[in-house]
């Protein structure tokens, strides 16, 4: 299966058109996640996903039919599990002390539940093919997995990686507005998206998702110097 890859001129109108800076279209309890007034909500419409296409799974090995049955998690467990979450966000943002580490692993690990063995399996199957460099064959392990997991934020994250580096950014762009969609704090994808809008030529925009996403992770040091540049670069502006 062909993936059209989008020219370079064309990515200055998938932002514009796009990537809307705004709290708007957040609703209930998400909008509630994201730390301190008037953050920005990243929403990022689905332009590429046309180009997206069906994936090739006879190639992959993923063709599943019908539904995929995933065990449920209960109102305890997950209101259990956003508590922790919510805990552990508290502890990432403390500018001091060592234990933001902990919290970094725990919150990772927590993401990482997909609530399905098979959707785990596709999952690894994924970035099995990124380490070995197959980003086409990642994609359609992970296509698969976001086709039959589209609750899990990780899916779309690390889809949305592979497109990024297959160099697809209009589904880059709308798999990340999907993971934060589903998790606002996801302060992975936001630097993901600094990064492709810094090699847009979109500094503004980007340095607003690196400043956002240092407001979720402090820690992030190629963020912070990631805004330290963009700052140098665009003094005297209000960025």
């Not at 007034?37 to 929403?43: D, M, P, R, S």
């Not at 063995?117 to 070995?132: F, H, I, P």
């Not at 407001?215 to 005297?236: C, F, M, N, S």
Request: charged letters at 25%.
């Amino acid at each position: 299966m062909v993936y059209m890859r989008l020219p370079v001129p064309h990515f200055h109108h998938i932002v514009a058109a796009g990537l809307i800076l705004s709290g708007q279209g957040m609703e209930g309890a998400q909008a509630q996640t994201l730390p301190g007034a008037g953050a920005l909500v990243w929403k990022v419409q689905s332009q590429g996903e046309s180009q997206q296409g069906e994936t090739d799974r006879g190639a992959t090995g993923d063709a599943i039919s019908g539904p995929v049955e995933t065990p449920e998690m209960t109102a305890e467990a997950r209101l259990r599990e956003r508590e922790d979450l919510d805990l552990l966000f508290a502890e990432l943002a403390q500018p001091e002390g060592e234990t933001w580490a902990r919290a970094e692993t725990d919150i990772l690990r927590i993401w990482s539940r997909s609530g399905s063995a098979a959707m785990d399996l596709l999952y690894k199957r994924g970035e099995t093919a990124l380490d070995a460099g197959d980003t086409a064959g990642a994609i359609g392990h992970l296509t698969a997995l976001t086709d039959h997991a589209p609750d899990f934020p990780a899916g779309w994250h690390l889809r949305a990686v592979a497109f990024y580096l297959n160099g697809d950014f209009g589904p880059a762009l709308a798999d990340l507005g999907q993971v934060l969609a589903l998790e606002p704090r996801h302060f992975a994808a936001l630097t993901q998206l600094g990064t492709m809008l810094e090699e847009m030529g979109d500094n503004r925009r980007a340095l607003e998702a690196y400043r956002e996403s240092l407001k979720i992770h402090p820690h992030q040091q190629d963020a912070a110097d990631a805004v330290k540049r963009l700052e140098q670069e665009t003094q005297g502006t209000d960025a």
